[in-house]
Each structure stands twice: as C-alpha cells, then as structure tokens.
C-alpha cells in the first residue's frame, strides 16, 4: 500500500482487452504510483485507489494512468493498493525471461528479439530458425541451476548518455522516453535495460520449467515456459486431468495413451457402421416410398440422426422429376440440415424461401438446394408453403 494525492481526472472510456463495449470511466494521474503501467513485454498491475478498483494503467510520457470507473477528487489524499498475487506472477515470469535470455544466448547464442508474458505461459522470440529438444533440456537444467545457488538480482540507474549503457543487454528505449536509464542486474549472469518489475533473489523464482518450443515468425523460434507459482499450477492442473482419465478409462496414468487410442479406433469402427446403416435406411424409405400405388407429389421426412449424404441418398432413389422432396436433419427443434429437391423451376423458386423460413442459409442446382438450418421448429410451415405451391400448380391435385 502506498499513500499519494490525486493529480487529475478526466471522463474518458476503456476498450476491454478481449473486445466488445467501451466501458465509460476515467483517467486518474497521481503524484506517484506503485502501480506498474503496461510496457517492455510486461502486462500493467491492478489494484485499488482507496475503494475503487483500478482496470488499467498505461504510460503517457513520463506519466502512469490509472483508468478508474468512478471519479476521484483532484488534492484528495488516497490510499493505493497493490494486487500482489498478480505483480509478483509478473515478477517472476519477468525475472524468469531476464534469467532464460541470458542464458540462452550464454550456451548457444541465441539472442532474444521479443517476448510476451503471457496470462497462463509466457513466449520468448529466439533468433535462430532451429532449437532442438536437447538444447531446451540444457537450458533448463541450467537456469535452474542458478536459481538453486540464490542469486541476488539488483536494480540500478544510469544517465542515459553514460558509456556503460552500451555496454548493457537491451532491445532499445522507447522514443519517449525521459530521465535516467534503468538496469536490472542478475550479478555475474546479466546486465539489462528494463523498465519491468523484478524478484531480488533468482531463489524467488522457485522453478522453470520449458515447456518447448513452436515455430515463429520467419527463421525466428518461439520458447514457451512457466515460472515459479505457474509452474505449480500447471502440475496441480495436470494432476487433476490425470485423476479425472484415470477414474474414466479405468487403468493406470501410463495406459491413458494407448487406452485412449483403442477407444478412438473402435468410434472410428462404430462410426463406419452407422453411416453403412443410415445408407441401407434411405434407400429403403425410397423404395417404400417409389412401392406405393400412387406416389404423393410431396415427400417430407426428418430424422434426428443423419447427414447430406443420407438425404442426397433419398433423393437420388426417388428421383426428383414429378415429387418434390422436402428433406430435414438434426433436432427437431432447433438446429439442423435440409434438402428440397425435385423439378428445377420448382426448386429454384422455393429453396431460398424454404431457407428463410427455417432461419439458415442454403445453395442449389440441378433440381437440389441444400443448406443448414436454425430453427427446425418451422418445418411445418415449411410443408405448408410447399402443398400450396403444390395445389397452385395442380388445381385438380
């Protein structure tokens, strides 16, 4: 927690980080803050200024900015408090990246061009187009090495025109950029410019953990890893999974792969066998259909269970030159697929109501127009507008 005074407060709006509304508020400045604004890879902090919930700070020049849904008094005297559950994740995934990047160019000269903390695994950007699985292994075991031997990481300023600046590991300043230059030294390991939040000891990081490495931008690498408590929340999640397949599959963590590679065979076998049987169906219902004495102008069936191919079967059976087929797929209430086949002037002209109807979006030719459709429950208007065409064409019918 930290005292300070409210410097200004102006309305302004926030756009929500995964989109939608604006939310109306306002953009508090204070004398001072301990709230980290977002920058250097690192995301912003969160916390309160006396009661009110702090949504956002970012950097304007030399100033933080708190966004704020209420407003706050210009001169009031507020008590500012810190999440730390959330400032000291990003210090160790922070210190964790320092930690990596250091390292990584140390054994194999990969240097880091970028990075990003992100919400539940963290990414470094390696310049270099290969990292195998044995370098990953190596470097793991070697910051945690580090980390076991407890050392202290410190933070100093610089001038900004002062020579050992040249000499410190950093990807540039921003253009904005005002005062003295800050390092953050991890002693005998590295020297960085940084404007991020940092542990004092690498013992604070408590673990890494790499957990591989994907395909980045062009001859670049992608290093994902966990840091410290992330570290122990992805086992506690995975533990859980473990549990949860093991009560499932009923055998043993070392039998989920292959338990699970059986299962996945036999639905492929079920699967197969159902599409066989759905097949044998439709051309029964044609032929019951094409066996009647007088077959009916219009044919309308659904059935929950099918697909295209079983409907297009149908279809093909009867033969569309004289019937009209209205021919649907799914929940009977909800959504699904539908077919209207039959003479092509016919079809032309119905498919797109018959689609508007059942609130979907459909295509034709040939005498076919088949699309799916959202609200099944509709069919029975559908039919409606379908024996009336019907009458229309033959009054006698």
Known sequence: QFTTRVVSCRAAELRPEGGG??????????EDTILFPEGGGQPDDRGLIGDVPVLRVTRRGTEAVHFVPAALEPGAEVLLSLDWERR??????????HLISAVA??????KTTSWELGRQRSVIELDTPVVTAEQVQALEESVNEKIRDRVPVTVRELAADDPEVE??????????HAGPVRVVDIEGIDSNLCCGTHVSNLSDLQVIKLLGVEKGKKNKTNLVFLVGNRVLKSIEQSH?????????????????????????????????????????IAVLIARDFKSKPAPKQLFVLHRKEGDSEFMNIIANEIGTEETLLFLTVGDEKEAGLFLLAGPVEAVENLGPRVAELLGGKGAGKR????????????RGEVQALLQEFISHQNPGA
Not at 257 to 270: G, I, M
């Open 21 to 30: 509304e604006p939310v109306h508020g306002f953009q508090v400045v204070l």
């Open 88 to 97: 000291f994740d990003h210090m160790q995934q922070h210190s964790g990246q």
């Open 105 to 110: 160019e140390q054994m194999f000269g990969f």
């Open 167 to 176: 000499t410190v590991r950093s990807r540039g300043l921003p253009d904005d």
């Open 240 to 280: 859980s999974t473990e549990k949860a397949l093991t009560s499932l599959l009923k055998n043993g963590p070392g039998e989920h792969v292959e338990a699970v590679k059986r299962l996945q065979s036999s639905v492929k076998l079920l699967q197969k066998n159902n599409l066989n049987l759905l097949r044998d």
């Open 367 to 378: 005498g076919r127009f088949q699309g799916k459709a959202a609200k099944m429950s509709r």
